[in-house]
């Protein structure tokens, strides 16, 4: 394994939490952050760091090529809804723009991931170094009163068909209604939603994709989302 990586960071503590594991491995960590998302603090704790904005594909490719970086890593939240508010694009993604058939978040990054790759950098598994955030298998906090058992068996069933078409990962359901699915506003705002059009003992269920590309997403449930 190479003794540096990159890592492309976004909102939220995930991208901070990576370079510390990172920096605890023996590995220097070379950033390139998202402005108007990632975290100041996370240039207390890379090696060297570069601020872009949405948009500047040259820019980080060059930056990974000058660091010698030749894997990364992603993390961090970068709402689907800023693709389209306030983007700019460098000639490199709008050479990668053009080309492009489908333009959702997923295909952008899967573009980005294949202009990496030939440029001779690796994007990892974003679950890499991070094995005590992930949550294990039946892992659970309490217990699910009975009358709930069919709700969320009904609900999980429909999140699964939705996350397979793409439309998001979250669903909110009550007594067997399906109540708000997310689409570009993030997990958050559904619930909130969700909290506005049917009140309390709302039920609110997050799944994977079939299709799940382990490089650009791991769904996640945190601090903001429980309050």
């Known amino acids: 394994m190479s003794t540096s990586i990159g890592l492309i960071a976004g909102g939220g503590d995930l991208p ?102 030939k440029q001779g950098v690796l994007l990892k598994d974003c679950r890499f170094l991070m094995d005590e955030v992930l949550t294990p298998r039946n892992f659970n906090i309490g217990k699910v009163d009975f009358n709930s058992k069919a709700t969320i068996a009904l609900g999980l069933k429909r999140a699964k068909t939705l996350a397979r078409f793409g439309i998001g990962q979250t669903l909110v359901i009550k007594k067997s209604a399906v109540v708000a699915v997310e689409a570009m506003e993030g997990t958050d705002e559904t619930i909130q939603r969700a909290g506005v059009c049917a009140g309390s003992g709302t039920i609110v269920i997050k799944v994977s994709s079939p299709k799940q590309d382990w490089r650009f997403d791991v769904p996640t449930v945190g601090p903001e989302t429980i309050k």
């Open 16 to 117: 901070l939490y990576f370079a510390r594991a990172a920096k605890s491995k023996g590995l220097s960590i070379h950033v390139v952050a998202v402005r108007g998302c990632a975290s100041k603090e996370i240039e207390k704790i890379g090696d060297s760091i570069q601020w872009i904005s949405i948009g500047q594909v040259g820019t980080l490719i060059r930056f990974f090529k000058k660091k010698g970086v030749r894997q990364a890593v992603m993390h961090g939240k970068v709402q689907h809804s800023e693709l389209f508010k306030h983007f700019k694009l460098d000639l490199k993604a709008l050479s990668l723009w053009i080309k492009l058939k489908d333009r959702s978040g997923e295909g952008l990054l899967k573009a980005l991931s294949q202009e990496l790759k």
